[in-house]
C-alpha cells in the first residue's frame, strides 16, 4: 500500500481544513488507520485513529476540533480539522494504527498563522 497526504495549506487561525489521505492496494480497508503529525522540532505524535468498521478516537489535544472518517469503497481517510491554532503547525501523515506500517509518504504541510 502507498499513502498520499493531501490537502494541506495556510490557514488563519481558528479556521478549517480538511486533508485527504488515499491509499493505492488492497489492504487499506481492513486495517485501522491513523493520523500523524510532526510539528516544527517535534517528535511524530498521534492525533487520532480510526477502526475499519469506521470508530474514530482522538488524542487529548484535538478532541472536539478534529473528526476523522474514512471511505473504504474509495481507499480513502479524511481528517476535518476546525478551530485550527498555531500550535497544529505541522506536516500530516496518515499510515496504519499498528505496526505492520506502511512506508510513510511526504505527508502534507498544515501552517496556522495570521
Known amino acids: 500500500v502507498q499513502l498520499q497526504a493531501s490537502g494541506g495549506g495556510l490557514v488563519q487561525p481558528g479556521g478549517s481544513l480538511r486533508l485527504s489521505c488515499t491509499a493505492s492496494g488492497r489492504n487499506f480497508s481492513v486495517r485501522a488507520m491513523a493520523w500523524y503529525r510532526q510539528g516544527p522540532g517535534k517528535q511524530r505524535e498521534l492525533v487520532g485513529k480510526?477502526?475499519?468498521?469506521?470508530?474514530?478516537d482522538y488524542e487529548d489535544s484535538v478532541k472536539g476540533r478534529f473528526t476523522i472518517s474514512r471511505d473504504n469503497a474509495k481507499n480513502t481517510m479524511y481528517l476535518q480539522m476546525s478551530s485550527l491554532t498555531p500550535g497544529d503547525t505541522a506536516v500530516y501523515f496518515c499510515?496504519?494504527?499498528?505496526?505492520?506500517?506502511?512506508?510513510w509518504g511526504q505527508g502534507t504541510q498544515v501552517t496556522v498563522s495570521s
Open positions: 480510526i477502526t475499519k468498521s469506521g470508530s474514530a
Open positions: 499510515n496504519s494504527y499498528l505496526p505492520p506500517f506502511f512506508p
